[in-house]
């Protein structure tokens, strides 16, 4: 074979060798969907948008019309009076160590408030300024007490139930006004402040011995409600409740309320044969009644896992759990002990409620039995109702609803507070509207660091497959986290609420995609193991030629060489 | 000298105000008392409310019952001591129960004495036989299931659940062997919890393994609030079936190993705890002797922030819930115009 023609067949193999190999790359690379990971990480650094909570106060100062005493027209500085009160809330409330990842602004005005000296009833003259009742916008109506003071503290202060606060005072004087206007506003931003703080901006250590984040449900859209009615001891006593009227009369308005934030479904439930896996202890008392109890040490151990099933397969929601134990009749009554403390008579006290709460899973209440009842037991909705209330107790902590007497009570000491009850819904609005802040916050801190370890993932494994509809995911997730924090600037929770709801769930879905399992580990040494045997002795003959021919061509060279001298 | 009577009865008066009013209950019993309450209760400061266990047996063959029954033992002692069956993931490679080798058809022994069967009436398996495979191990402990997964094989813990990760059967240098066919290797186990820490899917986490080299397996985690346990060093294993070092003791009616020495001496430990014991896992590793074991035990306690002594085995191996008492109720009053229709209540 002429030379030249040896030289094309081994140029040509080495040619498709060359073109192969780029192509073989190419085509054995896995496909990774572009991720807009710097996107994710100025999210992560808190750079791609401010957090801000804001919050609107709008107090209306009464003037009165009809001829009265000069004391109460004095004209009054508004601009001047806004801006004191604003500087005070800020003074009170400017936590030591201030941190940035968090905003508060606070919008105060003052508009004026014309009424009749007719002070009846103030809470029927005040007309909201949002009708449409906006989250985090509140009126605050101040007067003064007429025609004489009503109360020996500096003011009587009535929530009601829709953004609404009237405040009388018992001195009409600027300081006064200044002073109740920034105490009120002070204590019911104090509280949903420091939560979302420590929500947004604590680190994890601090975050570990929080307790109301231990005891509060972690969000989800939608939680299942167990009811479940279970009996000591069948043989005495057969048991059967109207739950289902119980809850649509006493639970179903709680529930619309707080269905702005997560829905429910409930169910229901009777057990048999429920026995306690711990050993109520016999007190004795002389002139009264002995009873069984429980410590408040063994009541970790009270739910007999083994052998209760309160597992749900319906669905896969986050489950809350509301029992409802009634002893057998050989532990009845069965009470629990609370734990103030040795009192004097050396003896603690029985539990009037009777109820405990279980941080993150439900509650539990025990009902002993009449001492008359025999056969069966029915529980009519007007039985049940102390137990509703009991549960919707235990609920409003496990959502993370905080009482708003609670919250008020660091003024109690200088005013007289009134709350407007509501004793339908369960919940009043001003603490509705923390739960909204605390869930916005929850569900930004939660959608950003999810969407961070997706980035750290996917960067980590480079074997790893990401498919378009991840991108997609993910893009939605930041479009969802950028609309809700604009919303939150422009003080629309609601809108910022749903928005935050749709990045942790797109988040979470793209994290959780079934596609984003890497590949088994391979180690270099396997990827040799495996190409070696394919390509190393296809490999050496085509080298040993090349080589050959180099050497061949030098010689012809030398020779031409040596030929031309 | 005798008091006047009306001093006298002015003291008494006086001392019987003092005491009503030591014995009159706070009119307020709200939040932050609760939390005071709470911490007499709970005070070893691991932050977790829920338990969960994972439990995997990946051999097959009847000549493994032995992985089966350490399981299986596993899976008793958690539920013995609080875990609901809802918390617990169990995965066995084959059913030795019913075998039809087994001449104790539809039981599991883990003992030669044959005293308590461990396959009873309450057991629940969630993965079984051909269902334990490495692709589904890892995407149960990852939580990237598939959507039609049923809830009992998903392991739906969050931030505050301490998980107990349980393995059994042949290993090697940093591989498991799962049902003869393929292997997990250590640096899946490590990307796996590394990932389960970037999602918070676990508060802390106790990893137990009893196989041949197990300690090698958790060489390579690197997530933090990990604990590891393993039954053998690097080197130490056996191969022989006629003369076994890692099996503990065979049963002779049944023909077969029926239980591992690591896993023996840690149920000794943890059959003498109920759901009420304080005692701490540096007992239960103090208590493990190389000799009796038969090779070498090893824990890893680096990633982990409480120091073992402060650690219970209820943490791991129970479910010890906090509580809080509910002083107060809610005053309710019954909704006007209630329907007769049901508010998405299901039957």
Known sequence: ?565 | MRLPTFLRRLFLFLSSLALLAFLTPAANADGPKDAEVVQEFFSNGSGHTNNWAVLVCTSRFWFNYRHIANTLSMYRTVKRLGIPDSNIILMLGDDVACNPRNKFPATVFNNAARLLDLYGENVEVDYRGYEVTVENFIRMLTGRVAADTPRSKRLLSDDRSNILVYMTGHGGNEFLKFQDAEEISAFDLADAFRQMWEKRRYNEMLFMIDTCQANTMYSKIMSPNILATGSSELGESSYSVTKPILQHHPDWDIGVAVIDSYTYYNLEFLENIDMSSTKSLKDLFDSYDAEKIKSTPGIRSDLFRRPLDQVRVTDFFGSVQRVELTPTRYNLTAAENASSESYLLEK
């Open chain 1, 1 to 565: 074979m002429p030379d030249s023609t040896k030289r094309l067949v081994i140029a040509s193999v080495w040619a498709v060798v060359l073109l192969g190999l780029p192509l073989w790359w190419k085509t054995t690379a896995v496909y990774r969907a572009q991720l807009p990971f710097s996107q994710i990480d100025s999210w992560a650094e808190r750079k791609a948008c401010q957090l801000s909570f804001p919050s609107t106060f709008v107090i209306h100062l009464a003037s009165i019309a009809d001829g009265e005493p000069q004391a109460h027209n004095r004209p009054l500085d508004f601009a001047v009076i806004q801006e004191t009160i604003t500087s005070n809330v800020n003074n009170r409330l400017s936590s030591t160590n201030a941190r940035e990842c968090v905003e508060f602004p606070l919008h105060v005005n003052i508009q004026n408030w014309p009424i009749t000296s007719d002070m009846s009833n103030l809470l029927r003259h005040t007309e909201p300024s949002n009708s449409k009742q906006v989250i985090s916008k509140y009126d605050i109506f101040i007067a003064p007490q007429l025609p004489a003071p009503t109360t020996s503290k500096l003011a009587h202060v009535q929530l009601g139930d829709d953004r609404s606060i009237v405040v009388t005072l018992r001195e009409w004087t600027t300081s006064d006004i200044e002073e109740a206007s920034s105490a009120v506003i002070a204590a019911i931003v104090k509280g949903e402040r420091e939560r979302v703080r420590s929500i947004a901006c604590d680190s994890e250590l601090t975050e570990r011995s929080n307790l109301d984040g231990a005891r509060t449900m972690k969000f989800s859209p939608t939680y299942q409600m167990t009811f479940s009615l279970m009996n000591g001891n069948p043989d005495s006593l057969q048991v059967d409740w109207d739950i289902e009227a119980a809850v649509n009369t006493y639970l179903k308005p709680f529930i619309s309320e707080v269905s702005l934030v997560s829905n429910f479904t409930v169910d229901s439930q009777i057990q048999h044969y429920a026995d306690l896996a711990v050993t109520p202890q016999f007190m004795e008392r002389e002139k009264l009644p002995s009873y069984y109890y429980l410590t408040p040490q063994t009541l970790p151990h009270f739910i007999n896992s083994a052998e209760w099933n309160l597992a749900s397969t319906i669905s896969s929601y986050p489950t809350i759990n509301f029992i409802l134990y009634i002893p057998a009749a050989d532990k009845t009554p069965l009470r629990i002990h609370d734990d103030k403390g040795e009192s004097v008579l050396c003896e603690r006290q029985p539990l009037r409620s009777n109820a405990f709460l279980i941080p993150r899973w439900g509650g539990i209440a025990i009902k002993n039995p009449p001492k008359t009842a025999s056969g069966k037991l029915e529980f009519s909705k007007e039985d049940l109702k102390p137990f509703m209330e009991i549960f919707v107790a235990q609920l409003r902590g496990l959502i993370g609803i905080h009482d708003l007497k609670k919250t008020m009570s660091s003024l109690e000491s200088s005013y007289e507070i009134s709350l407007a009850p509501t004793p339908q819904t369960a919940v009043t609005v001003i603490e509705m509207d923390a739960v909204v802040k605390q869930r916005i916050a929850e569900n930004v801190v939660n959608s950003i660091a999810t969407l961070k370890s997706l980035a750290q993932l996917v960067m980590d494994i480079p074997n790893m497959v990401v498919l378009d509809h991840i991108r997609t995911e993910v893009q939605l997730s930041l479009d969802s986290l950028n609309q809700a924090c604009q919303a939150l600037q422009q003080e629309d929770y609601l809108k910022a609420l749903q928005h935050s709801i749709h990045a942790i769930e797109r988040s979470e879905k793209a994290f959780f995609d079934p596609t984003m399992v890497s590949m088994l580990y391979f180690p270099d040494e396997h990827k040799y193991a495996i190409y070696m045997p394919l390509f190393v002795p296809v490999s050496v003959p085509l080298i040993m030629a090349v080589i050959k021919q180099l050497k061949e061509y030098k010689k012809e060279k030398r020779e031409q060489k040596i030929k031309a001298e």
